[in-house]
């Protein structure tokens, strides 16, 4: 069938082999629908698929839920919204799953949460950071799980509004992540410290930064301290070409996700040190429920976890604590269950907020550091979302509240 | 001769490349019914006053009159609507049409109904094309596409499209050339046939001198950019200069 | 001042990785004509291949400078025998083929390349960890410059020297300079083609290689480097006039110049500069800065084309048959199975609509995603500002696009073959570059939200007969439009501009009115694309959507009237299968490319109708 032609596959590629014994028990499965940018960003998307399936693997081998194992259908969405509307589509009408989840690009996150508005279907929405998908486009079947591009450039506002900088320079990707998180940066900055100025400004396209000439650019405009939001490729680039041209000596630099291995693996030996960032010192945290998966996942998948590894594991536990609170499929049900939803993550505590339908996990604040030639993160601390998001009625202000 | 009233009429043209004068003050004259041969050595201008006659290069200096009315500055497609046919030294037809198609879409155009969107082009002017096919002798591949017939045949093709806006003048830039010995007699005693009886003026340049002395009514000789001499055929031949020309150089063109 | 004379600097150095991968696609380009979209892939596989090289031979010999140096050679060797078999295996069957089918077969090896990097590699970006001399800089008017960057400077001229030396002094490189101007003639004179061709490949590889080499001390080999590179590696090519290799060179410099200064005076405009530039160049000099008109500018479809006849009868029937089934879907297809329908149904007229410019017209677009685009955001601009209801949504989505058909339109007929192609790829870009960052207008990416059909289309059942009605019409009345007056002259002038020109055609209105048509009639199908999917995004725009467009067109055949529609069903069926099914489908959808090329290059459509005619002869 085709379910089995795409297991065949990942057989074969190694990744995923147990969850077709489920079938052969023959309950029926609890089926979420999983769409993500597999092939366009497998690098973030494939930790984040381990983490998922680590957590459908324990809740089946602890009995499933309410009597019947969990299945995810994945699909990939080739980084194109109109394809992840259309699978989506097909999960709900020829799957016949009963939510669907994932996405890591805000667009397509954008593109599934109008869809299951349309629908009238849940949709859990794992990595997408734009505001917009619990405020300005909110809406009742939409949740989201990972901590916003508001809530961590807030987290970093705290840090920044401490030190004595005052003239800023910001370098951001130029399109809609790099902008809102610019954006609330300096607004939320300039509240705290109103004697601080933006000095200057750059927007390399994302995946094409002319590292050398921003580098540059941003040292013409002698700033105290710069901001960055690039990251992957683009983020190497500036700080190889920062580091030689000497842009970080004698200034902080604030940077946004730089923490995550994600990012901060590739940096190598040429992580700059003290930047401080926002970002998952996998190797330093060392609670109950963060070393039981971090164990798990070891001997998974013999690797270490990155932040989407984190991401793809809680989307699975949150579903299921709807789904047990739910005690139902049913969608109306589920939405219920999800507002106000408690559940565990391997970072602590957190709950889905009623208000906005965003949750409160939270990321880790602190400062790079060189240790043995690889980056890692010195000085941090959990920085829970929940302290993180705006008061109540802005949030009211910019959620449409029909729903 | 020059009693009908000229069809073409051409008063001192200058066309000047850079420093080099290609044509040197040329007039000419072609009236009804009437073949005008345009000949002289490689390199003698007379590529460059036929794209001046039709629109290709624009003059220095002088006028180009159809009927009176002056050419000067006009685009190669608005001298066509004033009733003047070309064919091409290299045959230029359209390769993906049939034989009838290329003659349609000449039809088309000259009846202005080519912003047409919705009748099928193959069931228009049928009639009226394959009587033009017919008068060139190509019946028989009307429905052949132009890209694989033979030479000869697609100066043919070219005649017919040339005749499809019942022009006045037929400007001709070596019609033969390129074709075998037997064809070339064949194509301008069919020229020479239309023209008588439809009336046109033509004018037409050729290397093969053969067919200028057999089939030309009247001759132009050019030599360096200037017209050297004028007449019919026993005229140009016994003419000094032009044995000058052609024999003095040593470079006879076109066989013998 | 000084931070002039550091920034200008830095162009220069971004401009030496340019020329290498542009000089390399120039070659390629003068030479075979091939519109060489692997030339990125090229790129990526130099970057990954050094990084592997450089490591291995650190790892037995110490970090030296000149092992660097030997590995990114032998990087750019092995890139460079990659490129000649690539050549050997795949494009030397198909330059019989009409002119610019390469691009497919080259596309198909694009996606190959993406899934094999990925397999080999794993995705995670690669860093070449950098000794300290790698590191090194020197002070410039008081700044810090790089060392590697002063080098990079300079390795673009050598360069250049080497490839002029190749090209004076050797016999391979003469025989490349003289096929540049005329191949015709090289081949006339009895020179093997095939190992010129497999040479040339191989150079412009191994240059391509190099680049990607090159700049490994700066930036990680990473997945994306591929399609980062390829848009404006054309963009320099065309700039500087294909096959010219002084021409790119000087047009290196001009963007990485144009590049390294726009940041600092308009640090916003990155996406769109180079293009913005890029047109410019074109309107001015048609054939870019030092390039030449193509010696047999032939019909970029090739010179011979099929006539194009009327349907047979049995063609007729098959159309209306399936007609029928899919407008019978809801009977017994699910929702999905009417979704995937909607789909096809739209990509049909997105193809049909191509196809009149490609095939009648003679007009190759690299760009026609813009309309599609343009539609989208018509229909959907009027649901965000004006709150319009679906029926007045799918009137502004023709005049949108076709209001910018006539725009674009009317610079890009006066150009033509690559040339032209690359302009309404500027024009895209620039159209594309306006969606994603004007986000007062158009929510950038996030693109706009909630275009959903008007209450009595929300059924599906409904909104596919809409569908139908408006895409199948649409497309109908294109191929009505093709068999009419209007598309023979068209043809006519394609076949011969002399000839159109010369029974009184005007073949730039003709080339301007069929622009017009294809634009509005993608901004209908992107109209009906938006409202089927509820909300328009940039990514509609974006390159990868003007090549899909492409990929229909040739893979079903350019010279039959239904190319398109088989194209567009078959490419598209295709796509949805593999994405769903195969986890390595990139791989998967590449083969199958590659493999249909070989298989029918004439495109599908063109295969049938050939056999058709072997079989029961012409209908007429």
Redesign the interface.
């Known amino acids: 069938m085709a379910k089995t032609t795409r297991r065949l596959f990942l057989t074969a590629a190694g990744t995923l082999a147990a969850p077709g014994l489920v079938r052969a028990q023959g309950t029926q499965p609890i089926r979420i629908g999983e769409i993500n940018s597999y092939t366009t960003l497998p690098a973030f998307t494939i930790p984040y698929r381990n983490g998922w399936q680590l957590r459908v693997e324990q809740i089946n081998a602890a009995g499933g839920l309410l009597g019947r194992p969990l299945e995810v259908i994945w699909r990939d969405d080739a980084g194109r919204p109109q394809d992840a509307v259309r699978l989506a589509g097909e999960l709900l009408d020829s799957e016949r799953v009963d939510l669907i989840a994932g996405t890591f690009f805000s667009h397509i996150g954008l593109a599934v949460s109008d869809f299951a508005l349309q629908r009238r279907r849940l949709f859990v929405a794992a990595e997408p950071l734009t505001d917009a998908l619990v405020w300005e486009k909110g809406n009742r079947y939409t949740f989201r799980l990972r901590p916003s591009t508001y809530m961590q450039a807030a987290m970093l506002v705290e840090e920044a509004a401490k030190l004595p900088a005052r003239r800023w320079v910001t370098v951001a990707p130029n399109y809609e992540y790099g902008q809102s998180a610019v954006k609330w940066f300096k607004q939320l900055l300039s509240a705290r410290r109103p004697d601080v100025e933006f000095v200057a400004e750059q927007w390399p396209a994302l995946g094409r930064i002319d590292a050398g000439a921003t580098v540059t650019a941003l040292a013409q405009a002698r700033p105290d301290a710069i901001y960055n939001v690039t990251f992957g490729a683009d983020l190497t680039n500036f700080v190889r070409q920062g580091n030689t041209r000497g842009l970080f000596e004698r200034r902080t630099v604030v940077s946004l996700l730089t923490g995550e291995p994600e990012y901060l693996d590739p940096l190598g030996d040429e992580t700059p040190e003290g930047w401080i960032v926002t970002g998952y010192p996998w190797d330093q945290v060392n609670t109950p429920e963060h070393t039981a998966f971090r164990d798990a996942y070891r001997r998974r998948f013999n690797d270490y976890p990155r932040l989407g590894s984190v991401v793809g594991y809680d989307t699975i536990t949150a579903i299921a604590e709807a789904i047990k609170r739910a005690g139902a499929l049913e969608t109306e049900r589920l939405v219920e269950a999800m507002r106000g939803l408690p559940f565990t993550s391997p970072f602590g505590r957190c709950v889905f907020r009623a208000i906005d339908h965003q949750s409160t996990l939270g990321a880790f604040v602190g400062k790079t550091a060189l240790r043995g030639g690889r980056g890692t993160m010195v000085e941090w601390r959990y920085a829970d979302g929940a302290n993180y998001l705006p008061p109540d009625d802005e949030v009211r202000r910019m959620r449409p509240q029909t729903t | 001769m020059s009693s009908h009233a000229p069809i073409l009429e051409a008063r001192g043209l200058v066309k000047r490349f850079g420093g080099v004068i290609a044509v040197d003050h040329v007039s000419l004259v072609v009236h009804a019914g009437e073949m005008l041969a345009l000949i002289g050595p490689n390199g003698a201008g007379k590529s460059t006053c036929f794209n001046l006659l039709n629109g290709q290069l624009r003059p220095d200096a002088g006028e180009i009159l159809l009927e009176g009315r002056s050419l000067a500055g006009l685009p190669p497609r608005a001298i066509w609507r004033l009733g003047v046919g070309r064919t091409f030294q290299i045959t230029a037809t359209f390769a993906s049409m049939t034989v009838r198609e290329n003659v349609q879409v000449a039809l088309l155009s000259h009846h202005r109904r080519v912003w047409r969107f919705w009748r099928a082009a193959r069931e228009t002017f049928v009639a009226e094309a394959d009587g033009l096919i017919a008068q060139v002798g190509m019946r028989e591949q009307a429905d052949r596409p132009c890209g694989v017939l033979a030479y000869g045949d697609l100066k043919r093709v070219e005649l017919a499209i040339a005749l499809a806006n019942d022009p006045k003048l037929l400007l001709m830039d070596e019609p033969t050339a390129g074709m075998a010995p037997a064809e070339r007699l064949g194509l301008m005693e069919l020229t020479r046939h239309l023209v008588r009886e439809r009336g046109v003026a033509c004018l037409f340049t050729e290397h093969d001198m053969d067919v200028v002395f057999g089939h030309a009514d009247r001759i132009l000789v050019m030599n360096r950019g200037r017209l050297i001499a004028e007449g019919n055929a026993a005229a140009v031949r016994a003419n000094p200069a032009v044995r000058e020309v052609y024999l003095g150089s040593g470079a006879t063109s076109g066989g013998h | 001042m000084d ?1 002039l004379l ?2 200008f600097l ?2 220069l ?2 401009a030496s990785a340019l020329f290498l991968i542009a000089s390399g696609l120039t070659v390629i380009f003068g030479v075979t004509r091939v519109v060489n979209f692997a030339h990125g892939s090229f790129y990526m596989l130099g970057a990954y291949l050094a990084w592997t090289i450089v490591r291995a031979l650190w790892d037995w010999g110490g970090r030296e400078p000149w092992l660097f140096v030997l590995g990114l050679l032998l990087a750019a060797l092995a890139v460079g025998a990659i490129g000649a078999l690539v050549e050997i295996l795949l494009l030397r069957r198909i330059y019989r083929a009409p002119e610019l089918f390469q691009l497919l077969a080259t596309f198909g090896a694009v996606l190959i390349v ?2 094999i990097t ?1 397999a080999l590699w794993g ?5 070449l ?2 000794p300290r001399w790698l ?3 020197i002070e410039v008017a008081g ?4 060392l ?2 002063l080098i990079l400077i300079f390795v673009g001229p050598v360069v250049l020297g080497l490839l002029w030396l190749l090209f004076q002094r050797t016999r391979f490189g003469i025989l490349v300079r003289a096929a540049t101007q005329d191949r015709e003639m090289v081949a006339a004179l009895g020179v093997d083609q095939r190992a010129l061709f497999t040479g040339v490949f191989f150079l412009g590889s191994a240059l391509a290689g190099l680049g990607g080499a090159i700049v490994l ?4 080999a ?4 591929d399609l ?1 590179i390829i848009a ?1 590696a054309f963009v320099v090519v065309v700039v500087g006039g294909m096959g010219s290799v002084p021409g790119a060179f000087l047009a290196s410099l001009l963007i990485a110049e144009v ?2 200064f726009g ?2 005076l308009v ?2 405009a ?2 769109v500069l180079v293009f913005l530039v890029m047109a410019a160049v074109l309107m001015v000099r048609p054939y870019g800065l030092l390039g030449r008109p193509q010696a047999h500018a032939r019909a970029p479809t090739g ?6 006849r ?1 349907a047979p009868f049995v063609l007729k029937v098959v159309g209306a048959s399936a007609l029928a089934l899919a407008a019978a879907a809801p009977l017994y297809a ?3 199975g009417l ?2 329908l909607i ?1 096809l149904v739209v990509f049909v007229l997105f193809a049909a609509s191509l196809h009149l410019l490609m095939g009648p017209g003679g007009v190759v677009s690299f760009g026609h995603a813009a309309y599609f685009g343009l539609g989208a955001y018509g229909a959907a601009l009027g649901v965000r500002f004006l709150a319009v209801p679906m029926e007045v949504g799918l009137v502004l989505a023709p005049l949108l696009a076709g209001l910018f058909g006539v725009v674009f339109g009317w610079f890009v007929v006066r150009l033509s073959g690559v040339y032209l192609a690359m302009l309404t790829l500027a024009f895209a870009q620039i159209v594309w570059a306006a969606a ?2 004007w ?1 007062e207008l158009t929510g ?4 706009i ?2 275009v ?1 059909p008007s209450p009595w289309a929300r059924d599906k059942a409904l909104f596919l007969w809409l569908a139908l009605a408006l895409c199948i019409g649409a497309t109908v ?1 294109l191929r ?2 093709i ?7 068209l ?2 002038a ?3 501009e ?9 073949a730039a209105q ?1 080339r301007l009115v069929a622009f017009v048509i294809a634009a509005a009639s993608a901004g209908i199908a992107g109209g009906v ?1 938006a409202y089927a ?3 328009v ?1 940039p ?2 725009i974006s390159i990868p959507k003007s090549v899909d467009a492409l990929l229909m067109v040739l893979l079903g055949g350019v010279q039959t009237v239904s190319g398109p529609i088989v194209g567009a069903v078959a490419f598209h069926g295709l796509f ?1 299968t593999l ?8 791989a998967a959808l590449g083969l199958a490319i590659v493999a249909l090329v070989l298989a029918f290059p004439e495109g599908v459509a063109g295969f049938v109708q050939r056999r058709w005619e072997a079989r029961f002869g012409a209908a ?1």
């Not at chain 3, 001390?217 to 990680?220: E, K, L, W």
């Open positions: 931070f550091v920034q830095t162009g150095a971004n993406q899934d990925l995705p995670e970006d690669l860093p960890p950098r590191r090194a800089f700044e810090r410059f790089p590697y960057d001390p700066s930036q990680n990473n997945l994306q480097m980062a404006e590049q390294a940041i600092v640090p916003k990155t996406l010179s011979v084309a099929p006539v194009i009327a699910g929702p999905y979704t995937v789909e994603f960052q986000v950038g990416d996030n693109g939200l909630g959903w009345l009505r439009a068999y009419a007056p209007f598309g023979y002259g043809r006519a394609r076949d011969s002399l000839r159109a020109e010369a029974v009184g055609l005007n003709l694309y999917k509820g909300s995004f990514t509609y949805l994405l769903q099914w195969v986890e390595w489908w990139r007429s």
